[in-house]
Structures are given as structure tokens and as C-alpha cells.
């Protein structure tokens, strides 16, 4: 049989709906329509979600960029569109103007003019149309009134582009709820994903982007800094990575790690709100030509764990290494080569991430001492009750000089170092805290006020912190931990003696490790949401 070759054209109908699943979430679908007028030289974009008074969705993204004639319109909405001149474009795959939108809606209009003598023309694709006909036929048409009024309200007389999706199906409300509650709710996520993904572009005062104005259903998008530079001011860490790419030419990407400070240190109320300390907000964020297109996450090197939670790292890069960051269509994620992950994992970060975790040590050891005042009241105060039931050794003699203690105790009398309470210990009479006790221990026996029986509770310890702090309104839990360990603190101080003190002592710090090692992986106190 001789060799031969017939066109195959794909299905239309099969080929644009699963087109639709290339795995878009809302907000990353319209921050690729605003790349692309980014990329057209746009200064003003306005976003519009609105619903009709037949409750049907509808999104419109109007930009006074360069727009386009019927060539570059019927371009556009090509699948796999030509080459941009520009490398460095945010538009960069010729793919995202359709996939973004129809992810989202079945019939995609794009409106432009490229001056503002030329026509104005509307360049259409409706899935439905599309498989009805089984053909790829772009629908080109003059723009009526109402598309001209969209325009002219952000360019009026020159050139501009305007985005619209309707029939809209894949912006639901939950059964019983109204479709503008569901609206209001993507506005809300929308406006906070425009004001970190193009921070650079909307804050006026960075010089890294030329400024863009975006409007979000008339109302101005305020940049998000993630790094809080007006308060953590310089970085931790930063190191400038020089790389030779295969065709020999060099390029480079930065890395700067910011450590927030705790809520306590910013300088204003302000601030303080606007840094937005969580959980959810630590990681990396990366950024590609000034846009972020991932994070924050640690992009599964550690977990995002509170004691991180002031912890935010930047990896910026350009265009030249989109290949070897294998840059996604949706420009939301990108991969890591094993070399460079290891690095981020194992050497940069190690030092910030100290600076991070003492940060945050020291403010919940701030939070721990303020609780410790009435934190373990309860339970001395029943231990105080319940004192003449309770088997405890009698002190008979302390010597606050060099903390020897005599104790009259199940071995007889002893003389024995105890841990006396010093001004810096608060709580109360039965139940002490500690910033540190020796060797790290979560507990050991001592004398309080008035020369009686007592343990103090080391609240350095990530028992404390995982355990006691987040259980501070459940009194119950409270006391019995307390209880536990005043009574183990009790047993010893009642049967320690010369030989077996040394034993003692080890079996404290013996448990305190373990108990160190099995709490790790339990999460860390959040207070009201900030470390």
C-alpha cells in the first residue's frame, strides 16, 4: 500500500469541553485575561461580575491596551495562538484567553478596536454553536451599543479591549442560597488574589512594574505585600543564583527570605492587619517577571505549621527560565529540579527558618507566662483544699542561699537541691511556671511560697505550648495535667534521697524528651489567628 496522509480533524464538540478541564480555579482564570492586557500595554483594567435579572452570570474584563484589528482579533482567538514579540509577556502560551474563559463559560466574546477611528469589532466562540455546526468557524461581527459602552467608559475614543463571558455554568450557588450571595462571596476571594498576584503592578511606589490601575466592580484593587517591607524592612537571608542555560547564555533568579515580626512588634494596628499573619500565608511565593505564579506553600518540603507562620520567602525569575521552572499554561505552578529544591530545603532556609521559630518561641513564651498567672490556679487552689489527704514530704529547712532543702520523706530526713521559687516564676502557690527549667525538662519538684511542696512547669517546652496553651478554656484539662505532673513532682520529692537522686533527675529528663519527640507533629498555638 503506498504511503499516504489525510487530515484527521479532531472532533469540535470532544476537543472544546475537554478543553474546559485544563484545571483552572476561578481567580487564576481571570488573572490570565489580565495578563493578557497586562501584556498589551493596559494601565487601566476593569473587572465587572454582575448578575442579570435573570440571576445569569455575567464577567466582563475591560482594558484600554492596544487593542486589535480583525487580523490580530481572529489571532487572539486562535488555539495556540502566534508567538508574542515580547518573551518576557505574561500572555505566553496563546492558549489562556481560551481555556481560562471557557473554563468557566460556554460562549466567549472578545470586543476590541486598535484606534479609536477603527471599527469595532466582536469575534465570538459558543461552545454550543460550535458542536451544533461541528466546525471551528469563528463568528466575526460588528459591536453593538452595549459593547461600545463598556469600552468607551475606560477608553473612550481610542484603543481597548473587552473580555466577556456568558452563559456562564460553572458559578454555582448552593441549593437554597441566591446566585449573588455566591457572586459576592468570588468577588471577595478575587479582589484579595488580584491584590497579591500583581502587587508589583498595582503598588505605585515599587519600581520594580509600570503601574496598572485594576478596578474590581468599581472599586480600586489595593496591592497585598506579602513581606510586610514596611515593617520587616530587610531580608534574613537573600542569595542571587546564577545559571548558564543550556544554550550557554546566563541568567540568574533571587531568593529573599522575610522574617514578619510578632504581632506585638508592628508599629501600627495597621500594619499589624494588613500583614496578615496565619498559617495559610508562610511559604514561598514565586514570582515570574514580576507576577506571582505560586505559593504560598513550601511546595511539600515542610508543613505549614504555626511556629513558621512568620516566615514568607521570595523566588523571583524571568522569562529565560520558564522552560527549566517548567512553567504550567495556567502560570500557577511551576517545579523545582531536585539541585535546587534540595538547596532551598536544606541550606537557605535553614537560618531563616531558626529566625522564624525563635520569633515565635519568644512570643508564645510571652503568651505562656500572661496565662500562667491564672492558668493554673485552679487546680492549686484544690490542691490547697485537699492538702491534709494528700501524701507530700514536709519541708523542714530551706537555705535560699545555696537551695538545699531538708525534707522529712519516706527515706527519713534528707538534705537535697530543689529548685526554689525565684521572681521570675509565676503562678501560684502549688503550681509554678518557668521559662526554662535545666536540661530542658517539661517539670521538676519545688518549694513555693510559704515553703510548700510545688512544681514548676518548664512553658519553653513544646508540651506546654501544644498541649496546655491550646487547651486554655478547658479548665478541666487544665487541672488534670496539672495534677499529673505536681503529682510526679510530689513522688519524687518525697522519695528522693542521696542514691537515688542522680536516678530521679534522669527519669525527668528522659520522659521530657520523649514527651518532646511525640508532641512534634501536634500544631502549635495560634493566638486570635497571629503568632
Known sequence: MTERKISVPPDVARISEGLRDTGYDFNAAVADILDNSIA?????????LEVDFADSVVI???????????EGLVNAMKYGSSKRASAKSLGKFGLGLKTASTAFCRRLSVISRDSGSSPMLRATWDLDDMAARNSWDLEIAAADAAHRQLLDEIAPGAAGTVVLWENIDRVTAPEGQPIRKAVEKLETGLRDHIAVVFQRFLDANDGRERNVHIQLNGE????WDPFCIVEAKEPVAEKKMEVRLPDGTQTSFVVRAF??????????????????ISNERQGLYIYRENRLIHGPDWMNMFKQEPHYSLLRVELSFDHSLDNAFQVDIKK????LNSGLYEWLRDKFLA??????????????????????????????NVI?????????????QVDEKTGKVTVNNNSGVTTTTVRLVNP?????AHVVTSGTLEHGVLWEPTIGKNSKAAVALNTGHPFYTKAYLPNKANSTVIQAMDYLLWALAQAELNNINPDNQEAFEEFRIEVSRNLKKLVADLPDPVENGNS
Open 40 to 48: 498589551a500595554g493596559a494601565d487601566k483594567i476593569y473587572v465587572r
Open 60 to 70: 466582563s474584563i475591560v482594558d484600554n491596551g492596544h487593542g486589535m484589528n480583525e
Open 220 to 223: 480600586s484593587v489595593a496591592a
Open 259 to 276: 522574617v514578619l515580626p510578632r504581632k506585638e512588634e508592628f508599629s501600627s494596628d495597621a500594619n499589624r492587619i494588613a500583614a496578615r
Open 332 to 335: 500557577s505552578r511551576i517545579e
Open 351 to 380: 537560618g531563616p527558618r531558626r529566625e522564624a521559630e525563635t520569633r515565635y518561641r519568644k512570643g508564645a513564651a510571652g503568651v505562656a507566662k500572661g496565662a500562667a498567672v491564672l492558668l493554673h490556679t485552679p487546680a492549686s
Open 384 to 396: 490547697e483544699q485537699k492538702a491534709s489527704a494528700l501524701k507530700t514530704a514536709a519541708v523542714a
Open 424 to 428: 521570675d516564676d509565676v503562678g501560684s
